[in-house]
C-alpha cells in the first residue's frame, strides 16, 4: 500500500473528524459518507475533538503525516495554525455541519443562527412568553442558542435563563440542566435544548416533578433523532437531513479528487433544515 500511494501520490484514504461519538446526532452523516467513499475504492480514518479546537490542531497535524486524500472537518471554528496548515497542504478539506463567509475549502452544512432565529420565531407564534435554554458547551449549540435569544429579544423577550453544561449530550445533562432552572426559581414555559438528547432528558426531569409536557413545560429539540418521534410526549426539534450532508460531502470530495489541482469550482452547499413541531409544543 505504501508503494502504490507513494507510485500514484494517492492514499485513498479520507480522515473524519468529528466533536464525539457519543451522539448520534452525526452518525446519518458518517454511514453515508462512509458508504459512499468505500464504494469509490477510499478508506475512512475517524478522529475525535471532543469539541476542541486545540484538540483538532494536534489531530490534523498527526493526519498530515500520512498524506490523506481529503479531510472532513466538522463546524468552521479552527485555530489560526489549523488553518495555516491545511491551507499549505493543498488537501481538499470540507467543512461540515456549518457554513461560513470565510471557508478553508468547501463547506457543505447550514446556518445555525437561521435555526436559532427560526425557533424563536416559531415559538412565539405559539404564543410562549416565558423562556429556558439548556445546552452543552457546544460551540455550534451556543450559537444556535445565541441567536434564538437574540431573536427573542427583538421580539421583547429579553434575560433568558439558561443552564451550559459539560459535552457530551447525554440524558443526565438535560435533567441536571432542567433540575437547575427550576431550583433556581425560574418557572419557564419552554425549554430549548441544543439537542434531541438533552432535550429526553428534559422531558425525564419533567415527568420525575409531575410537570405536564406542554401544559406545565413545552420543550424544544435539535437534530431530530430516530427516538424524538416515539418518546412520549413525541418531541418537538429541528430536522438536519445527515444523509444528505454526508452525500454532499463525498460528491465534493470525489469530483475534486478527479480534477487537476486547483481546477475546481468552489463548493458551498446549504442543505438547510425543518422544524417538525410535535407534541412536546
Same mark, same amino acid.
Given at each position: 500500500?505504501?508503494?502504490?500511494?507513494?507510485?500514484?501520490?494517492?492514499?485513498?484514504?479520507?480522515?473524519?473528524?468529528?466533536?464525539?461519538?457519543?451522539?448520534?446526532?452525526?452518525?446519518?452523516?458518517?454511514?453515508?459518507?462512509?458508504?459512499?467513499?468505500?464504494?469509490?475504492?477510499?478508506?475512512?480514518?475517524?478522529?475525535?475533538?471532543?469539541?476542541?479546537?486545540?484538540?483538532?490542531?494536534?489531530?490534523?497535524?498527526?493526519?498530515?503525516?500520512?498524506?490523506?486524500?481529503?479531510?472532513?472537518?466538522?463546524?468552521?471554528?479552527?485555530?489560526?495554525?489549523?488553518?495555516?496548515?491545511?491551507?499549505?497542504?493543498?488537501?481538499?478539506?470540507?467543512?461540515?455541519?456549518?457554513?461560513?463567509?470565510?471557508?478553508?475549502?468547501?463547506?457543505?452544512?447550514?446556518?445555525?443562527?437561521? $435555526? %436559532?432565529?427560526?425557533?424563536? *420565531?416559531? #415559538?412565539?407564534?405559539? +404564543?410562549? &412568553?416565558?423562556?429556558? =435554554? !439548556?445546552?452543552?458547551? @457546544?460551540?455550534?449549540?451556543?450559537?444556535?442558542?445565541?441567536?434564538?435569544?437574540?431573536?427573542?429579544?427583538?421580539?421583547?423577550?429579553?434575560?433568558?435563563?439558561?443552564?451550559?453544561?459539560?459535552?457530551?449530550?447525554?440524558?443526565? $445533562? %438535560?435533567?441536571?440542566?432542567? *433540575?437547575? #432552572?427550576?431550583?433556581? +426559581?425560574? &418557572?419557564?414555559?419552554? =425549554? !430549548?435544548?441544543?439537542? @434531541?438528547?438533552?432535550?429526553?432528558?428534559?422531558?425525564?426531569?419533567?415527568?420525575?416533578?409531575?410537570?405536564?409536557?406542554?401544559?406545565?413545560?413545552?420543550?424544544?429539540?435539535?437534530?431530530?433523532?430516530?427516538?424524538?418521534?416515539? $418518546?412520549?410526549?413525541?418531541?418537538?426539534?429541528?430536522?438536519?437531513?445527515?444523509?444528505?450532508?454526508?452525500?454532499?460531502?463525498?460528491?465534493?470530495?470525489?469530483?475534486?479528487?478527479?480534477?487537476?489541482?486547483?481546477?475546481?469550482?468552489?463548493?458551498?452547499?446549504?442543505?438547510?433544515?425543518?422544524?417538525?413541531?410535535?407534541?412536546?409544543?
Amino acid at each position: 500500500m505504501l508503494a502504490g500511494s507513494l507510485a500514484s501520490n494517492k492514499s485513498r484514504l479520507v480522515a473524519i473528524l468529528l466533536p464525539t461519538i457519543a451522539n448520534s446526532i452525526f452518525s446519518d452523516t458518517v454511514q453515508a459518507l462512509m458508504d459512499s467513499l468505500t464504494s469509490a475504492g477510499y478508506q475512512t480514518l475517524l478522529g475525535l475533538t471532543g469539541y476542541s479546537a486545540e484538540q483538532e490542531e494536534k489531530l490534523i497535524e498527526a493526519l498530515l503525516g500520512r498524506r490523506p486524500d481529503g479531510i472532513v472537518l466538522t463546524g468552521t471554528l479552527h485555530t489560526a495554525a489549523s488553518r495555516q496548515r491545511l491551507v499549505q497542504s493543498g488537501i481538499p478539506v470540507v467543512e461540515s455541519w456549518d457554513l461560513s463567509e470565510d471557508p478553508l475549502d468547501m463547506q457543505v452544512g447550514f446556518s445555525h443562527e437561521a $435555526v %436559532g432565529e427560526a425557533v424563536a *420565531r416559531h #415559538l412565539i407564534s405559539k +404564543g410562549y &412568553q416565558r423562556y429556558a =435554554v !439548556v445546552s452543552i458547551g @457546544d460551540p455550534r449549540g451556543l450559537r444556535r442558542c445565541n441567536s434564538l435569544m437574540a431573536e427573542l429579544a427583538r421580539h421583547g423577550y429579553s434575560s433568558i435563563p439558561t443552564a451550559i453544561l459539560t459535552p457530551p449530550a447525554t440524558l443526565e $445533562v %438535560g435533567r441536571t440542566g432542567l *433540575r437547575q #432552572l427550576l431550583d433556581e +426559581g425560574h &418557572q419557564p414555559q419552554v =425549554v !430549548v435544548c441544543s439537542s @434531541d438528547t438533552i432535550a429526553q432528558g428534559v422531558l425525564a426531569e419533567a415527568a420525575s416533578r409531575n410537570l405536564r409536557v406542554p401544559e406545565d413545560l413545552a420543550v424544544m429539540g435539535f437534530g431530530d433523532l430516530s427516538s424524538a418521534a416515539h $418518546v412520549h410526549p413525541p418531541l418537538s426539534t429541528v430536522r438536519i437531513d445527515g444523509k444528505s450532508i454526508g452525500e454532499h460531502i463525498a460528491r465534493a470530495l470525489l469530483e475534486r479528487f478527479s480534477y487537476p489541482a486547483g481546477s475546481a469550482a468552489p463548493v458551498r452547499v446549504d442543505t438547510g433544515f425543518t422544524l417538525v413541531d410535535r407534541k412536546t409544543t
